[in-house]
DNA sequence: GTCTATAGAGTGATAGAC
DNA sequence: GTCTATCACTCTATAGAC
């Protein structure tokens, strides 16, 4: 990809991101990125076509950092792989603020999102069904607990930075996601999750609090 | 409030539901409604004073709605009394959806809505502290957990419908966002809030598992 | 109260010179 | 590849007749 693109596509991110999908023209992303309109239009013909090349930039850099990540959850790398994870939903965080509107006016990206959330709750539902196995969870205590925990955690995660805008706080974004996957899971821990659990936190006083 | 205003402001939540706020101009809501531009203009000055009406019309029936509540916190009456509050969340869903753009233009009704949410976790808060003096729910088995389950309990239901949209599944909203709740609650139950629990979902199986 | 007509500021996208 | 100029359209809001 030539370095204009690169540089539109870099420019439309930060743009977006900071004053929504909808409320950015691309006279906007022309003048950030330092060219003309007509010289943006030659390199994506539409909008649509920025936000499908970010889509992909999304896809790719999530792929890489899952296939990165160790086969083997323990609590210990869960908690340091939800650091690059919740990373993503901050670096792309128009997408995830503005997902209605963009599936509203881009049916393609629309399939494609659907299927790649489900993809995310099943790697979800599966790094709990592995910690059973290890141990570091307890067993199911009804059918379909663990999918129900699997859906409430992916919401927790992609709407996180959402309430955190509506409610206008402003705390550390990583700090307080992990800290409420954290609270949600304690319940469903064993005793050696709890304990593997501590020894991540035990320079804390505890998990910390929500400001109210 | 004349009868032509009450015209318009149905016509106004009917299509902002369906369209998203953003994508209904007042041209759109004028023609619904069965008058002129210009006629609208005349009833509210602006768009912004159109929205700022519904909201006052959410407040007012969610205040009617919450003084209309048993005070006295039962598995069975919370269980009863979710029905309407996730029934004004259906009804003016596109606020709740659109939320965000919502906020960005209108700083008053930003901090309005920021002070209702801050009161809604707390009201959870206030049924979950009542369900463990009842016998209901375990206490804390740490400090900060009802807060942090509050919290998350206002998230699931205040984005239920959006992940619904997200995913563009159709099924049962109330009936799911129920369950959903109960779900996450389930692990802090006692013995006796379980069986009070299952009483109420004795016809069927079990609390019904998301559809994967 | 209700209408038509229009102002004025946006928007996405394109034509055509260099 | 890059630019300027402009088309064709939509939007909110208002002016002024009835």
Redesign the pocket.
């Known amino acids: 990809m030539?370095l204009?693109k690169q540089k539109i596509l870099k420019a439309a991110v930060d743009l977006f991101n900071q004053k929504g999908y909808v409320?950015?023209?691309?006279?906007?992303i022309?003048s950030s990125t330092?060219?003309?309109?007509?010289?943006?239009?030659?390199?994506f013909?539409?909008?649509?076509a920025i936000l499908e090349n970010i889509y992909q930039q999304i896809i790719t850099e999530r792929n890489s950092l899952l296939s990165g990540i160790q086969l083997i959850p323990t609590v210990k790398t869960i908690h340091e792989q939800l650091s690059p994870i919740i990373g993503l939903y901050q670096k792309y965080q128009f997408f995830y603020l503005d997902i209605l509107e963009i599936i509203r006016a881009n049916p393609k990206i629309a399939k494609l999102h659907r299927t790649h959330i489900q993809t995310q709750i099943q790697y979800i539902k599966a790094v709990l069904d592995y910690s059973v196995e290890t141990g570091n969870m307890l067993p199911e205590s009804h059918k379909g607990q663990y999918q129900h925990l699997s859906h409430t955690l992916w919401m927790l995660l992609s709407f996180w930075l959402h309430q955190q805008k509506i409610r206008a706080k402003e705390g550390n974004y990583l700090h307080e996601a992990r800290s409420a996957v954290w609270n949600l899971v304690i319940p469903y821990l064993s005793d050696k999750g709890k304990k593997n659990l501590h020894t991540i936190y035990e320079k804390q006083y505890t998990i910390s609090n929500p400001k109210s």
Do not use: P, Q
């Open positions: 030539s204009t409320n950015v023209s691309i006279r906007d022309a330092g060219i003309s309109v007509g010289n943006l239009s030659y390199h013909n539409t909008k649509a």
